[in-house]
């Protein structure tokens, strides 16, 4: 993937036609609520996930590869924006929004792990569903939360999305990891920013994940 093209797009502008409406111009136009220059980037905390690799270490085609931008505003609250290959597999069948047991389908995950233990899954499919989970330990989900506000849209043979979340204010988010899930003749495949260890793709690994 080319740094040179994505970067500048996830950290100062998106793509027109959101909602899943296809971009009818090669062009990118700005949004207020997004960081505009590079100034202004300096002094926001923020993180760039590059999924390069299967979980278990292959690299990627350039085409196969995502990006995604994560930037927490002055209330510690994370805004996303992602580029990512087109997924493939079956949708879901129920229409867009909440959707419990997104992870069977093709889906981008993030994980945001808290210095206090606790941790949070974020899930983000190409038809408009998503899933925030709140985890109280290793693998014990304890909420589900709400307040998503998930965009999507395909820019040529891409698929770009933003989403922002409102996390427990409580908690200070330092570690971090970023996952695609396709589904390929029935048989799931799995890539990762950073390869969790083991001998199976346990994406719920706090130790492998990045400092944000």
Partial sequence: MDDATCEPWFFST???ALGGR?????????????????G????????????????????????????????????????????????VGPLPSQPPGCCFGL???????????SVQGPYVELEFGPGGHWLAIYLSEYRRRSVYLEGVDY??????????????VTLPASHHWQRGNAFLIQREGGER????????TGSRPDFHQLDSYLLL
Wanted: hydrophobic share 40%; no cysteine.
């Fill in 151 to 164: 965009r999507w849209w395909h820019w040529g043979n891409r698929w770009r999305g933003r989403a922002t």
């Fill in 22 to 38: 296809r971009a009818r111009a090669n062009r990118l136009e700005a949004h207020a609520d997004w960081p505009q220059t590079a």
């Fill in 189 to 196: 495949r799995y890539m990762a920013a950073q390869a969790p």
């Fill in 103 to 113: 992870w069977e389908y093709p889906v981008l995950e993030l994980f945001l792990a």
């Fill in 14 to 16: 998106s793509g027109l």
């Fill in 40 to 87: 202004r980037m300096g002094r926001l905390r923020h993180k760039t996930f590059r999924i390069t690799r299967t979980w278990d270490g292959h690299d990627l085609r350039s085409e196969e590869q995502a990006m995604v931008g994560i930037v927490w505003d002055g209330t510690g609250q994370p805004s996303m924006r992602w580029d990512a290959p087109p997924m």
